[in-house]
């Protein structure tokens, strides 16, 4: 006896054929938990003393840098394009700030006297920077910023074939300057471009500079005095010894938190090649790693692989995959030689995975980003590990953090 099947059966069928299809994709995705952001506050987008100005043209990059640091709690950020540094407290409270009054309006929450003339704990500081860059900030509060000297100030340097055009002020806790570091520590020659800023555990200084092809690194000591000067050419970066043509790209360095050390971030990528024709079409990615150069040895004493982030997505119909790859990002260094490194999963959510310089994965967290409508953004992982965002879209700006250092805590136990 034949049994017929009905068209209901057949679409119940089809039906779940789909969703376990989708659910056999999408199960990779949701073996990540998720780590909880926190939104600490938001400011506005304008230029009075506690907004943000980041106007620009639609399409067009931002010029100027707005960056964010965090310690024990405080947060401070550089908006570049209003030539002012402000200080939050973590429910937004805006406590001092550092401002060129050629570029911004007088501050009223912020000033040295109230009205019925006592004194308040809050402060606004003017000083005329000419353009804001990096900023750090050390332990006992001195804060670190990097400022650009005027065209007429500038000098040329012919063999870097670049313009040393950049100092980093130091600032006492109470706003006032104290000095300026530059090539050879207090009071020396300006900078090449600077691509970063960052201060040790020990409150040492890292400057790392930039030209076309190379990358100058300068630390110093608490008091300014210079510790290692580093030069690393772009056309002798450390490379895999298997004998490949490959070509190298370094994306970050950042330097290590206890040791005279620096992370070099490099992607390693080779030209496909037709096996028939022999035809070059593209470009793919071999490898990802971070070597550490040690200083004073002078030698790189060792690397770790980063691993791939990759997934099988749904191509063009149901019954087809599709394989995509995202790179991760170096984003910090926290206690312990630990990695901490970004890499996309979709327009709402990152990956944010931390792995020691033993090459070990401890875990894999997604992170809420919201790419969507978002112009910009920076992150920042404090001296304790803590991963901080400033995210902003053209309704504001969202100050946020995820604390990966209770994970890494957990994760290391």
Request: proline residues 5%; glycine residues 8%; negative net charge.
């Given at each position: 006896?034949?049994?017929?099947?009905?068209?209901?059966?057949?679409?119940?069928?089809?039906?779940?054929?789909?969703?376990?299809?989708?659910?056999?994709?999408?199960?990779?995705?949701?073996?990540?938990?998720?780590?909880?952001?926190?939104?600490?506050?938001?400011?506005?987008?304008?230029?009075?003393?506690?907004?943000?100005?980041?106007?620009?043209?639609?399409?067009?990059?931002?010029?100027?840098?707005?960056?964010?640091?965090?310690?024990?709690?405080?947060?401070?950020?550089?908006?570049?394009?209003?030539?002012?540094?402000?200080?939050?407290?973590?429910?937004?409270?805006?406590?001092?700030?550092?401002?060129?009054?050629?570029?911004?309006?007088?501050?009223?929450?912020?000033?040295?006297?109230?009205?019925?003339?006592?004194?308040?704990?809050?402060?606004?500081?003017?000083?005329?920077?000419?353009?804001?860059?990096?900023?750090?900030?050390?332990?006992?509060?001195?804060?670190?910023?990097?400022?650009?000297?005027?065209?007429?100030?500038?000098?040329?340097?012919?063999?870097?074939?670049?313009?040393?055009?950049r100092l980093v002020l130091r600032f006492g806790r109470d706003g006032t300057?104290?000095?300026?570091?530059?090539?050879?520590?207090?009071?020396?020659?300006?900078?090449?471009?600077?691509?970063?800023?960052?201060?040790?555990?020990?409150?040492?200084?890292?400057?790392?500079?930039?030209?076309?092809?190379?990358?100058?690194?300068?630390?110093?000591?608490?008091?300014?005095?210079?510790?290692?000067?580093?030069?690393?050419?772009?056309?002798?970066?450390?490379?895999?010894?298997?004998?490949?043509?490959?070509?190298?790209t370094l994306e970050t360095i950042l330097p290590d938190r206890e040791l005279?050390?620096?992370?070099?971030?490099?992607?390693?990528?080779?030209?496909?090649?037709?096996?028939?024709?022999?035809?070059?079409?593209?470009?793919?990615?071999?490898?990802?790693?971070?070597?550490?150069?040690?200083?004073?040895?002078?030698?790189?004493?060792?690397?770790?692989?980063?691993?791939?982030?990759?997934?099988?997505?749904?191509?063009?119909?149901?019954?087809?995959?599709?394989?995509?790859?995202?790179?991760?990002?170096l984003v910090g260094v926290a206690p312990g030689e630990h990695f901490l490194?970004?890499?996309?999963?979709?327009?709402?959510?990152?990956?944010?995975?931390?792995?020691?310089?033993?090459?070990?994965?401890?875990?894999?967290?997604?992170?809420?980003?919201?790419?969507?409508?978002?112009?910009?953004?920076?992150?920042?992982?404090?001296?304790?590990?803590?991963?901080?965002?400033?995210?902003?879209?053209?309704?504001?700006?969202?100050?946020?953090?995820?604390?990966?250092?209770?994970?890494?805590?957990?994760?290391?136990?």
């Amino acid at each position: 006896m034949t049994r017929k099947t009905s068209p209901l059966h057949i679409a119940l069928l089809g039906t779940a054929v789909v969703l376990l299809l989708l659910f056999l994709f999408g199960c990779s995705r949701s073996q990540v938990v998720a780590l909880e952001r926190e939104d600490l506050f938001e400011l506005a987008i304008g230029r009075m003393e506690s907004e943000l100005d980041l106007f620009h043209a639609p399409g067009s990059p931002l010029q100027a840098k707005t960056r964010i640091v965090m310690r024990d709690g405080m947060f401070v950020i550089a908006n570049g394009s209003a030539n002012k540094i402000m200080t939050f407290t973590s429910f937004g409270d805006l406590v001092s700030m550092v401002y060129n009054p050629d570029d911004n309006p007088r501050p009223v929450l912020v000033q040295s006297t109230q009205r019925d003339g006592t004194v308040s704990n809050r402060r606004a500081v003017p000083y005329h920077f000419t353009q804001l860059g990096e900023i750090a900030l050390s332990s006992d509060n001195t804060l670190l910023v990097e400022d650009r000297l005027p065209s007429e100030r500038a000098s040329f340097d012919e063999d870097l074939q670049v313009s040393l055009n950049r100092l980093v002020l130091r600032f006492g806790r109470d706003g006032t300057l104290l000095d300026y570091l530059g090539q050879e520590g207090v009071g020396g020659s300006p900078f090449p471009y600077i691509e970063s800023l960052h201060t040790t555990d020990n409150d040492e200084v890292v400057v790392i500079s930039r030209t076309l092809d190379t990358w100058l690194i300068f630390w110093f000591n608490a008091a300014g005095d210079p510790l290692y000067t580093v030069e690393i050419p772009m056309d002798r970066l450390p490379f895999p010894d298997d004998g490949g043509d490959y070509i190298p790209t370094l994306e970050t360095i950042l330097p290590d938190r206890e040791l005279p050390r620096l992370y070099l971030s490099l992607n390693y990528y080779y030209q496909s090649q037709d096996h028939e024709t022999g035809a070059r079409y593209g470009i793919e990615i071999f490898a990802s790693r971070v070597y550490w150069l040690d200083l004073e040895s002078g030698r790189y004493e060792g690397y770790v692989d980063v691993p791939e982030n990759v997934h099988n997505v749904v191509g063009s119909s149901i019954f087809e995959r599709e394989e995509v790859r995202h790179l991760y990002e170096l984003v910090g260094v926290a206690p312990g030689e630990h990695f901490l490194l970004l890499s996309r999963e979709d327009e709402r959510r990152s990956q944010l995975l931390v792995m020691n310089s033993s090459g070990r994965v401890l875990g894999r967290r997604n992170i809420v980003v919201d790419d969507k409508g978002m112009f910009y953004r920076t992150f920042h992982v404090s001296p304790e590990g803590i991963l901080t965002a400033l995210l902003a879209n053209r309704d504001g700006a969202n100050v946020v953090w995820w604390r990966s250092d209770r994970l890494m805590r957990s994760l290391i136990q």
